[in-house]
T-cell receptor, first 110, second 114 residues
Framework: SQQGEEDPQALSIQEGENATMNCSYK?????LQWYRQNSGRGLVHLIL?????REKHSGRLRVTLDTSKKSSSLLITASRAADTASYFC??????????FGTGTRLQVFP | DVKVTQSSRYLVKRTGEKVFLECVQD?????MFWYRQDPGLGLRLIYF???????EKGDIPEGYSVSREKKERFSLILESASTNQTSMYLC?????????????FGDGTRLSIL
């Protein structure tokens, strides 16, 4: 069964706008990771946030984690056309594997 | 940079054939994974391996097997291909410890079973 569920399933914005994607999960976790996938390619790791962290930044990316609500959000600021991709959250519960959500498809129009 | 290489980007096979998908990583990672990706279902774990000759079932192992004879290579085998195994297959690797490290993915093999 899916551990992570992303919301929205699809998002369309103009260049320069911010994009926010949300992820909800069901069980306790060690960390939560966000990945990006360009069309027809593999996933690329973006950022990892540990269960004892509340916020993390990497360039134009900002990730928050609320373990009490079992949710995380990924914010991409000042989006560019090159940010067009699918974005996945992946949770690391106390087992030996990551569990991926179904992803958010982001379209950024020039 | 870690490089995970999958032997084929596109593959077309016939029902009943035995199919081999190969994956090689160049960073001496202990962990290797095979996923399949289908629209609306996200990534689902088929098998994974923590060491040479070790394998563990993921969420959907039925109809698949794996082989890890060398640390850098992890093969996925479709014993008798069926049309419902048409999918995008992704290989990934990560270093120890087991569950907490980011995974590095190959570009995938889009497999069609006719």
């Amino acid at each position: 069964s899916q551990q992570g569920e992303e919301d929205p399933q699809a998002l369309s914005i103009q260049e320069g706008e911010n994009a926010t994607m949300n992820c909800s999960y069901k069980t306790s976790i060690n960390n939560l990771q966000w990945y990006r996938q360009n069309s027809g390619r593999g996933l690329v790791h973006l950022i990892l946030i540990r269960s004892n962290e509340r916020e993390k930044h990497s360039g134009r990316l900002r990730v928050t984690l609320d373990t009490s609500k079992k949710s995380s959000s990924l914010l991409i600021t000042a989006s560019r056309a090159a940010d067009t991709a699918s974005y996945f959250c992946a949770t690391a519960p106390n087992t030996d594997k990551l569990i991926f959500g179904t992803g958010t498809r982001l379209q950024v129009f020039p | 940079d870690v490089k995970v290489t999958q032997s084929s980007r596109y593959l077309v096979k016939r029902t009943g054939e035995k199919v081999f998908l190969e994956c090689v990583q160049d960073m001496d990672h202990e962990n290797m994974f095979w996923y399949r990706q289908d629209p609306g279902l996200g990534l689902r774990l088929i098998y994974f391996s923590y060491d040479v000759k070790m394998k563990e079932k993921g969420d959907i192992p039925e109809g698949y097997s794996v082989s890890r004879e060398k640390k850098e290579r992890f093969s996925l085998i479709l014993e008798s291909a069926s049309t419902n195994q048409t999918s995008m297959y992704l290989c990934a690797s990560s270093p120890l410890p087991r569950s907490n490290q980011p995974q590095h993915f190959g570009d995938g093999t889009r497999l069609s079973i006719l």
